[in-house]
């Protein structure tokens, strides 16, 4: 067993402003510990009444197999925009925003690095990738344990009313098993051991370890239950709240989109990104087929287990009014470049076929006007463009870069 009992007494930072980053600012405060919310400077302002009063309640139905739960009014010790004054002599360090962010937040945390610190990624999104190459390149040598985690552990969505913002996050469900690895899989024990040390982990009782973060990534159902549900379902969702005289705000792809036709769609690109990974010869997620022949789709096993099924003729009431409201949704805007692009890349890099993930790009490209094949993210982003096969899986797992 590695000891990281260290971690018990230090401050938890998390970065980012959103939902995810709130949720996981109030149950480290809930419980607690010393929290400090970081937000990059030109959003700071976006945390509204949070900056001022540092509270965030968390409230919502809070679904789990097992009844976890927390409520009720939660204080932080530091909500800033000073990257020094967030990270100073920090514990764990909570990535949680959309992964277009990634070098923006990086920028800001790699100079203030100290010995000992661990970061989690939540979600995957090939960030820690992202984060060792920039520590190469500005020659930061702190000793430090990087990971990722498939998916965050909740559903969770800021509350607001009359179009404006107030310091409450509700909790639709929490998960029980989720997916992680570290950066190279050396540092794994250590990173499942830090995990005991973030209360907004506390629900994943079945912690499952992946093989490298790249097995991590392509086990982000994001990618495969977004871009299919929302690019076969834009007609639904567009004419929600136009012609169909509903609620706009209670429109949902879970709810309302998924159908047996989309579900094959998302079935057979989850068994492409299948092929990239045994192509590149890490681990991914296994779902049985019919797994994805349900409204709550390969999602519901986080939560509730491999059983848990909400069939197409009944209603999704958990996922009401979860969105997307518009084609310019992060269930595009990243998991298409990010998610979908950096999958066609290893693809190709290692000859294998994927129709269905190049017709997710092109026609999300297509509906928002965006040339994703060229904004997308790149195996250059991620520094392992001129990795051969070997010495990818080298990197992987045991930290050596080839120079």
């Excluded at 007494?9 to 809930?30: E, F, Q, S, Y």
């Excluded at 159908?259 to 590149?280: F, G, L, T």
């Excluded at 390969?298 to 491999?306: A, D, Q, T, V, Y």
């Excluded at 051969?388 to 899986?393: D, G, H, T, V």
Aim: glycine share 8%; charged share 20%; hydrophobic share 40%.
């Amino acid at each position: 067993m590695v000891d990281m009992s260290y971690l018990e007494d230090k401050p938890i930072v998390i970065l980012g402003g959103g939902a995810t980053a709130r949720g996981h600012a109030a149950c480290a405060a809930h419980q607690g510990k010393e929290v400090r919310l970081y937000e990059l400077p030109e959003f700071f302002d976006g945390l509204g009444c949070i900056k001022d009063k540092k509270q965030i309640r968390l409230t919502g139905l809070q679904q789990s197999l097992y009844g976890f739960k927390r409520e009720g009014l939660t204080k932080l010790s530091v909500v800033t925009d000073d990257i020094k004054e967030a990270v100073r002599d920090a514990g764990i360090i909570i990535m949680s925003f959309p992964a277009v962010g990634n070098k923006a937040f990086l920028e800001k945390l790699i100079p203030n690095l100290e010995d000992g610190m661990v970061i989690h990624f939540t979600t995957a999104n090939f960030g820690s990738l992202i984060m060792k190459k920039m520590m190469r390149e500005t020659g930061c040598d702190k000793k430090v344990i990087i990971g990722e985690w498939s998916s965050q552990p909740y559903g969770i969505r800021i509350r607001s009313f009359g179009g404006q913002q107030i310091p409450e996050v509700s909790i639709n469900y929490w998960a029980i098993s989720l997916r992680g690895s570290s950066m190279p899989l050396t540092d794994q024990k250590s990173f499942f051991e830090s995990k005991k040390y973030i209360p907004s982990l506390d629900s994943v009782v079945h912690p499952v370890e992946g093989d490298t973060v790249v097995d991590i990534a392509f086990s982000n159902v994001n990618p495969v239950l977004h871009v299919p549900g929302t690019i076969l379902g834009v007609g639904t969702m567009e004419n929600w709240g136009l012609i169909y005289g509903y609620d706009k705000y209670e429109f949902s792809i879970y709810s309302h989109v998924y159908c047996p036709s989309i579900s094959e769609v998302q079935k057979m690109m989850y068994k492409e990104v299948c092929q990239i990974a045994e192509a590149i010869g890490v681990g991914i997620q296994h779902f049985e087929d019919e797994e994805f022949f349900s409204r709550s789709n390969i999602l519901g096993s986080e939560h509730m287990g491999p059983n848990y099924v909400v069939p197409f003729n009944e209603q999704y009431k958990l996922a009401l009014g979860t969105g997307p409201f518009t084609i310019y949704n992060r269930y595009i805007t990243e998991d298409v470049p990010i998610g979908c692009h950096l999958y066609y890349e290893l693809a190709k890099k290692f000859n294998i076929k994927v129709p269905i993930i190049e017709s997710m790009i092109t026609l999300a490209s297509v509906m928002t006007k965006t040339n994703y094949w060229e904004s997308g993210l790149t195996l250059e982003d991620l520094g392992i463009a001129d990795l051969n096969r070997a010495e990818l899986l080298t990197y992987l797992r045991e930290g050596q870069y080839p120079e």
